[in-house]
Antibody, heavy 123, light 110 residues
Framework: QVQLVQSGAEVKEPGASVKISCKAS????????IHWVRQAPGQRLEWMGW????????KSSQQFQGRVTITRDTSATTVYMEMSNLGSEDTAVYYC????????????????WGQGTLVTVSS | QTVVTQEPSFSVSPGGTVTLTCALS?????????PSWYQQTPGQAPRTLIY???IRSSGVPDRFSGSILGNKAALTITGAQADDESDYYC??????????FGGGTKLTVL
């Protein structure tokens, strides 16, 4: 069965960086893109960006460009999201999610979600 | 920047029908936006309900349905149950690899 298992909670000081992992299993890793979505406490879901596992192409929301780096390790079937220069507003649960389909195709949506990783930014 | 708008909250009686909507700040939602819907309960990851506007994800009860109503995407729950009390999010594909979530609707069943 498809699983996305994320790394554990992190506590970081303002200005630091954090790197979260998302281990995929149960499917052909290179056949799907993985997206990152975050949710601040009591707030809405917020799309951050994606990576195509087959070739490592990435796209990020303009809001996060320059601060977020998404990478993957195909041998480990793992995707990483690194965010730099953290501020208190980055305190949130971060989710990885698989994208089934793609633009121009018949389907295009998020089908399987990781369990989420809480990142707390506090001095 | 395009904004995707949902009703902040909605209330439905048990057994009743409710329609939640998902609108664009500019323009009409169509199938080319690949509208999809997600249910989230507190402390849990979202669960996929509807994709491609009106296709139910595996295991989703048929009381959940998706459509386009006028210029908005819509999620209808027919015969609401207590455990439908959740937050519901839509997301739209804007093209060029960009996705935008709506603000979410908090549904109360009482």
């Amino acid at each position: 069965q498809v699983q996305l298992v994320q790394s554990g909670a992190e506590v970081k000081e303002p200005g630091a960086s954090v790197k979260i992992s998302c281990k995929a299993s149960g499917y052909t890793f290179t056949s799907y893109a993985i997206h990152w979505v975050r949710q601040a406490p009591g707030q809405r879901l917020e799309w951050m960006g994606w990576i195509t596992a087959v070739n490592g192409n990435t796209k990020s929301s303009q809001q996060f460009q320059g601060r977020v780096t998404i990478t993957r390790d195909t041998s480990a079937t793992t995707v990483y999201m690194e965010m730099s220069n953290l501020g208190s507003e980055d305190t949130a649960v971060y989710y990885c999610v698989r994208n089934r389909g793609g633009s121009g195709g018949n389907i295009n949506y998020f089908d399987f979600w990781g369990q989420g990783t809480l990142v707390t930014v506090s001095s | 920047q395009t904004v995707v708008t949902q009703e902040p909250s909605f209330s439905v009686s048990p057994g009743g029908t409710v329609t939640l909507t998902c609108a664009l700040s500019s323009g009409s939602v169509s199938s080319s936006y690949y509208p999809s819907w997600y249910q989230q309960t507190p402390g849990q990851a979202p669960r996929t309900l509807i994709y491609n506007m009106n296709i139910r994800s595996s295991g989703v009860p048929d009381r959940f349905s998706g459509s386009i109503l006028g210029n908005k995407a819509a999620l209808t729950i027919t015969g609401a149950q207590a455990d439908d009390e959740s937050d519901y999010y839509c997301v739209l594909y804007m093209g060029s690899g960009i996705w935008v979530f709506g603000g979410g609707t908090k549904l109360t069943v009482l």
